[in-house]
Nanobody, 123 residues
């Protein structure tokens, strides 16, 4: 198993930036494709970004493409999500997840989840 803990969320004005971190413990992080998802109040959890086991390939939701960047440091057992040019509609709880399968956009394919970190963007 792998345990995931997110951090870095907060309150920011529109146009601002945040960097989310996901610290992993347990099994070697390089065993897993990693993803970020988010859930806004009253909405379903949605895919944000994903990265392959060694970080060569990434994938993004259209709504964040060009603004968010996912990266990983397997040596430091961490995954990151850089959020730039934030918009009020980015307000949500952001979750880190690990998948034993290949990179995927489907939340059902992820095996482990963190508790989430709140991102609030004011207009």
């Amino acid at each position: 198993q792998v345990q995931l803990v997110e951090s870095g969320g907060g309150l920011v004005q529109a146009g601002g930036s945040l960097r989310l971190s996901c610290a992993a413990s347990g099994r070697t992080l390089s065993r897993y494709a990693m993803g970020w998802f988010r859930q806004a109040p009253g909405k379903e959890r949605e895919f944000v970004a994903a990265i392959t086991r060694v970080g060569f390939t990434t994938s993004y939701a259209d709504s964040v493409k060009g603004r968010f960047t996912i990266s990983r440091d397997n040596a430091k057992t961490a995954v990151f999500l850089q959020l730039n040019n934030l918009k009020p509609e980015d307000t949500a709880i952001y979750y880190c997840a690990a998948a034993e399968s290949a990179i995927t956009l489907r939340s059902s394919r992820y095996d482990y989840w963190g508790q989430g970190t709140q991102v609030t963007v004011s207009s």
